[in-house]
């Protein structure tokens, strides 16, 4: 059972480390967002990150404005 939450654990840290490093490219949030987890463990950080986390990642940001952009000529 032990080895079975530890495998969990690493996983969510590193979906977490590939999901912040989509989403910004902030150095302080991405370090904030994977203390949280391994801290804080996923039970009450996986939460937490979800609550943190911007809503869209780099590739929407740029597609977004590219769309305003040509909306706008």
């Known amino acids: 059972v032990g080895l079975y939450i530890l495998i969990v654990w690493i996983a969510f840290v590193i979906w977490i480390v590939r ?5 910004t ?3 302080l949030l991405q370090t904030f967002s994977i203390l949280v987890v391994v801290l804080l463990t996923p039970i009450f950080g ?3 990150y979800l609550l943190i986390q911007p ?3 780099l ?3 740029y597609y977004q ?3 305003l ?3 706008e000529y």
């Open 59 to 61: 590739f929407e940001r």
């Open 19 to 23: 999901d912040i490093s989509n989403r």
């Open 55 to 57: 809503r869209s990642t």
């Open 25 to 27: 490219s902030s150095i």
């Open 69 to 71: 952009a040509e909306a």
């Open 65 to 67: 404005e590219l769309e």
């Open 46 to 48: 996986l939460p937490i």
